[in-house]
């Protein structure tokens, strides 16, 4: 039998395992990244284990998110990422540089290879034909201390791409019709493989869409193979040495296959509040937005900015319209500028943004109270703008153009002919200076450098090792897919506060449930009860530490996203699935519950759990490995990490 892209590379990192259906695996990693909201966790991490210097062969800190420096605690969690990437051998990409995935294409992803980033959209980098997956700080500073990635072996899903894209249709509207085919649960225990003739019309920057957009598909990564384009790129960027050639089996196998013929897109549009309400750009032209924001590590290429900018040439921005960009990096920044495509944006009426996340999380350009945004992002949750009633819709940058054109949502092919777009290529070579990456080989004397901790970093939260017989009260029951940032919010208010627990932790739930923090505090052990899906959308870890730091023992659920379960064992606290879903209408707020003979059984993986205020019992499943049953036992993955490194 052939093998998929994806089963060459996962084989070739194996460390544990066969690869078996369901089987769980452990492979080796790389590469990592992180950035200034997650990173300052890994170092966390490294600094509270004691840690030498990491052991993968490259990992990247990016300072993208929350560049604004708005606050002094901002600039201690800078300076804190800084001095730590120089301490434990670790690039440093300074603000203004770029967004950490599209940066992370350009200057350091390899066909082959394997890599954890702390954050969801890391599959990005899958564009250049490598395995990157998202998962929680905590994991990745696992990953960066040498320790292998544990995940089930996992499914594969083939999307065949054939023909050609017309002129005003983009790889966006590649994302979006396959979000519409997959839904944002399609792609659960998957990676996405794309494949086909189509395939090679797409450069890297679009493939990096859809790889980017994978993880709304709900998949665990996105691949590409790494062919003749992947070679041209690499060049671009000086680095062809990095290249390997890498595509699929002719007779590999696939658990599910997807064909989108390029040639029938059209311009597509997600509508408020879900990426998989997709509907054509034309069904929805009487909306008028206020804003729209071209930018964001799915859509801030070169010639994404080039299209749109085509399109605002000799035009301008409509009146109601405020219209920003922020370019993905500094490279393609530079390159933007010397070609005249920034003059002509400027021109426009658009707004030049910092090459950072920026509003994609609402530090900046908030939009107005039920106002209306257009994005090239890839998330339109509610609240993500920074703006709990604003409405969000997601499209290419061509139509993004064509509505501040216009005013209202407009297929960009109803403007103006846009075969002139078919010229808007990646330059063929870009302009390489990694001056604004401080590079390990900088640091003199790592063992030397002092890690500034500012006022605003504390201490990481730590937890006993498993209690055998847990007695704790619910403190809080939720519905369905209850997302990270409900749990613990954005905005930049709020995340100046990520590296300073305490602080943080004041703002645990605090729009689902403003009582929440003051009625946990009174309790000394504690449940959450939540329904599916828990946990979706982020891989913000503070989901679960922040109620480990208030004694959250176990969360009970109908089931659990991926990255937040990871980060719930890693926090020594519990995820247990009612066996039968009915038994969640049973349980309130305020019950008390009972576990006993807790090792037993977790051992077996069912768990009996008793109400005694109700007189009413009920059984749960652990669905974890015996590495992540060893990992709860002590606690979570920093005690575990600390007694590791003593042995
Ligand atoms: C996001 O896009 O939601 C973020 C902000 O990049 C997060 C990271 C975080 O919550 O710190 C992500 O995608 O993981
Ligand atoms: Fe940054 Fe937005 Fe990408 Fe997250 S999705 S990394 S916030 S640009």
Known sequence: ??????????????????????????????????????????????????????????????????????????????????????????????????ICHFLHCQRFAKPGKIMLGADSHTPTSGALGMIAIGSGGLTVAKSMLGEGF????????????????????AAKDIALEALRILTVKGGIGSIIEFTGEGVKTLSVPERATLANMSIEMGATTGVFPSDDVTKQFLKAQDRENDWVELSADENAQYDRVIE??????????????????VANAKEVQDVKPNSVFIGSCTNASYSDILKASKILKGRKVHKDIDLTVAPGSKQVLETLIKDGVLADLVESGA??????????????????????????????????????????????????????????????????????????????????????????????????????????????????PLRDKIEAVSVIKLGDNVTTDDIIPGGSNILKYIANIPMFAEYTFCYTDPTFV???????????????????????????MLPMFFG????????????????????????????????????????????????????????????????????????????????????????????????
């Not at 194996?14 to 790389?30: R, S």
């Not at 990173?39 to 840690?51: H, K, R, T, W």
């Not at 989108?260 to 309400?277: F, G, Q, R, W």
């Not at 777009?421 to 001056?435: F, G, N, Q, R």
């Open 351 to 464: 707004r030049i943004l910092e090459c950072a996340c920026g509003p994609c999380i609402g530090i900046g350009q908030v939009p107005c109270a039920n106002g209306i945004s257009v994005r090239t992002s890839n998330r339109n949750f509610p609240g993500r703008s920074g703006c709990q009633s604003a409405s969000v819709y997601l499209a290419s940058p061509e139509t993004a153009a064509a509505t501040a054109v216009t005013g209202h949502i407009t297929d960009p092919r109803d403007i103006m002919d846009l075969s002139i777009l078919a010229d808007c290529k990646e330059p063929v070579t870009y302009k390489v200076d990694d001056s604004s990456i401080i590079k390990p080989e900088d640091v003199t004397d790592y063992k030397e450098v002092k890690v500034v901790k500012g006022e605003n970093i504390s201490e990481l939260p730590m937890r006993g």
């Open 1 to 98: 039998m052939g093998l998929s892209i994806t089963n060459k590379i996962l084989k070739s990192h194996l460390l544990e395992g066969n690869m078996l259906p369901g089987e769980q695996i452990t492979v080796m990693v790389d590469q990592t990244l992180g950035h200034d909201l997650t990173g300052i966790m890994a170092a966390q991490v490294l600094e509270s284990v004691g840690a030498d210097k990491v052991k993968t062969e490259v990992s990247v800190f990016y300072c993208d998110h929350n560049t604004l420096v708005v606050s002094s605690e901002n600039a201690d969690d800078h300076l804190y990422l800084k001095t730590a990437a120089e301490r434990y051998g670790i690039y440093f990409s300074k603000p203004g540089n770029g």
């Open 552 to 647: 959250t023992e176990v969360v009970f659920a109908k089931s659990f996203a991926r990255i937040h379960k990871e980060n719930l064992i890693n926090y020594g606290i519990l995820p247990l699935i009612f066996k039968n879903k009915d038994d969640y209408d049973k349980i309130d707020m305020n019950d008390t519950f009972v576990i006993e003979n807790v090792f037993e059984q977790a051992e077996v993986g069912e768990v009996l759990v008793k109400v005694p205020n109700k007189n009413f019992k009920f059984t749960t499943l652990l669905e974890v490995s015996a590495y992540d049953l060893n990992v709860l036992k002590q606690g979570g993955a920093l005690n575990y990490l600390k007694n590791k490194l003593k042995h």
């Open 150 to 169: 544990r995940m089930t072996t996992p499914k594969v899903i083939n999307i065949k791409l054939s023909g050609n894209l017309d002129s005003g249709v």
């Open 260 to 277: 989108i013929d390029l040639s029938t897109l059209e311009p597509l549009i997600a509508k408020p509040h879900m990426p998989d309400l």
């Open 518 to 544: 003051e009625r946990i505090k009174k309790l000394k052990n504690s449940v959450i009860i939540g329904g599916e899906n828990y946990g979706q959308g982020s891989s913000r870890e503070h989901a679960a």
